[in-house]
T-cell receptor, first 113, second 113 residues
């Protein structure tokens, strides 16, 4: 079945450092890919998405490119801020799951001043 | 005010109790979801409702009983739970099932003693 694997956390970075959170997926067909973010004490929020190969999703300085050849959707940000501290979830919606979202385990990010 | 509201935010119950979680969305969406979030595990999709009809039941034990009286409200009735059912239960909605853009509530933190 469809699944998502993302890097284990926690990830700790200094402010203004470069961020990469790896995400790879397994799916048949052409799933849509997403990154969600969960700030402390809150529900998940959609951060960005990509619906086909080579699409780049972007929002709030974060970017991720849908790479079909490597089945990846890595999240990147050039300069993180303390306010980016949160848990980040990679997810996919594909035909195997009736387009319901399959989430990864989440990666906790802590940005220190 | 968030578009998806969950009550109660925190719930402690014994294994013989009966309680219910409530979710309400003010976004005019047609699909609603229950997810279970446990530490160090991917979010688990429990139930999906589309236009008030249940379309997904992910092999959830019968001690969890969902109810969707209309497109704006979703309940999760709890009965004779086990300590391993302690988790954060997240409600979400989307315009239609399969769009992948879910809007989440802040969750109900359940502790089973």
């Amino acid at each position: 079945g469809d699944s998502v694997t993302q890097m284990e956390g926690p990830v700790t970075l200094s402010e203004e450092a470069f961020l990469t959170i790896n995400c790879t997926y397994t799916a048949t067909g052409y799933p849509s890919l997403f990154w969600y973010v969960q700030y402390p004490g809150e529900g998940l929020q959609l951060l960005l998405k990509a619906t086909k190969a080579d699409d780049k999703g972007s929002n709030k300085g974060f970017e991720a490119t849908y790479r079909k050849e490597t089945t990846s959707f890595h999240l990147e940000k050039g300069s993180v801020q303390v306010s980016d501290s949160a848990v980040y979830f990679c997810a996919l919606a594909g035909t195997n799951s009736g387009y319901a979202l399959n989430f990864g385990k989440g990666t906790s990010l802590l940005v220190t001043p | 005010e968030t578009g998806v509201t969950q009550t109660p935010r925190h719930l402690v119950m014994g294994m013989t109790n009966k309680k219910s979680l409530k979710c309400e969305q003010h976004l005019g969406h047609n699909a609603m979801y229950w997810y279970k979030q446990s530490a160090k595990k991917p979010l688990e999709l429990m139930f999906v409702y589309n236009f008030k009809e249940q379309t997904e039941n992910n092999s959830v034990p019968s001690r969890f009983s969902p109810e969707c009286p209309n497109s704006s409200h979703l309940f999760l009735h709890l009965h004779t739970l086990q300590p391993e059912d302690s988790a954060l239960y997240l409600c979400a909605s989307s315009q239609d099932q399969g769009t992948g853009e879910l809007f989440f509530g802040e969750g109900s933190r359940l502790t089973v003693l």
